[in-house]
């Protein structure tokens, strides 16, 4: 029997584990699809910058849709919202397969439809995260916010790894099925999800004024908004290796996609390995001091793979890599959702 004071209990917990776990698969097929897309336009376009734009089409829907994705998860049925972004992704997701498979995928289409999975995964979050925390005990709350980070950031290093070996063995169109087919599992999980609609007490808010509300709220709390610019400082900085690395394999490495799933592997291990050991890690040293340490290993990690000319070098800079964003990501956003 798991202690309540294990940071693992909240998995104990018969209504949160089945959350949890869909949103993990709703987190690994956004990130397979990021992998996807940016091997897919290393092959259509030899231009770095359409390859660095894949990465710029899944993330920049957070920054503006992020806040009023927020303000809706609280006004309207957060059931159908989820339900409503979930299948947004699905529709991405299959059409990027039509598209491949009938030839007719361009660069920009490739672009659009990243960009809109992206919007999906944007608005989905806010409401997945409010959602999940009503399944628990108020006295678990941080565990809980631990755990669904630790889904977050594995997912965003175990999902390209899986895309690329995907690619490799199976072939390019056969990721979006999988990635459609994990969008699908979860829209019948919600479809299932029995949830009891919490009473409102609130006065009624309108969408700019919860976005205001918000925005006052972020500028009043110091703690809050140093940890959101760390968050946005790092990952602007961090992201730039995932999405120059499919340039790196091919062109440097002269690797194939199954080359370069193994460096998306690497990236992976680490993540994983990092967060089996994020709460001993936050038993023995202060939360400063973890984001700290991992920012100074992701720089040299990605200094490294600018520089080594081995594969074997370069793998095992990424494992050092994605155990460093695991700590600095999965600690800057407990620090945040709590």
């Known amino acids: 029997m798991i202690n309540k004071k294990s940071p693992w209990y909240p998995l104990t917990l018969d209504r949160f584990r089945p959350f949890w776990a869909a949103g993990a698969v709703a987190n690994l097929a956004i990130w397979m699809q990021t992998v996807s897309a940016a091997w897919i336009m290393a092959g259509l376009s030899n231009s770095a910058w359409m390859v660095s734009l894949v990465q710029t089409a899944i993330t920049l829907p957070v920054l503006i849709f992020g806040l009023p994705g927020g303000v809706l998860a609280d006004l309207v049925d957060r059931r159908r919202w989820l339900l409503f972004t979930q299948a947004l992704m699905l529709i991405a997701a299959f059409s990027l397969f039509i598209l491949m498979v009938s030839g007719g995928l361009t660069p920009w289409l ?7 999975l992206g919007v999906g995964s944007a608005l989905n979050m806010p409401a997945w995260m409010a959602a999940t925390l009503t399944l628990i005990p108020r006295d678990v709350v941080p565990s809980a916010v631990a755990l669904n980070a630790v889904s977050t950031n594995v997912a965003r290093a175990v999902g390209p790894a899986l895309a690329g070996l995907l690619i490799a063995f199976a072939g390019q169109s056969a990721v979006f099925v999988v990635i459609a087919l994990c969008f699908f599992g979860v829209v019948l999980f919600l479809l299932r999800w029995k949830t009891d609609r919490a009473a ?4 009624p808010e309108t969408l700019f004024g919860g976005m205001r509300s918000g925005l006052r709220y972020i500028r009043h709390s110091r703690e809050l908004t140093s940890a959101l610019a760390q968050v946005f400082v790092f990952t602007s900085c961090a992201s730039s290796l995932w999405a120059l690395l499919p340039l790196i394999a091919k062109d440097r490495l002269y690797m194939s996609a199954g080359g370069y799933g193994m460096l998306m592997g690497a990236l992976g291990l680490g993540a994983v390995l990092a967060a089996l050991n994020l709460p001993r890690l936050y038993r023995d040293f202060a939360l400063r001091k973890l984001v700290v340490g991992g920012v100074i290993l992701f720089a040299l990690a990605t200094i490294g793979a600018a520089l080594l000319e081995l594969a074997w070098a ?12 695991m700590a600095v990501n999965a600690t800057a956003s407990t620090i945040v959702q709590t």
């Open 110 to 116: 490739l672009l659009a439809l990243t960009f809109l």
């Open 314 to 325: 370069v793998w095992v800079v990424l494992v050092g890599a994605g155990m460093a964003w």
């Open 200 to 203: 409102i007490t609130l006065p």
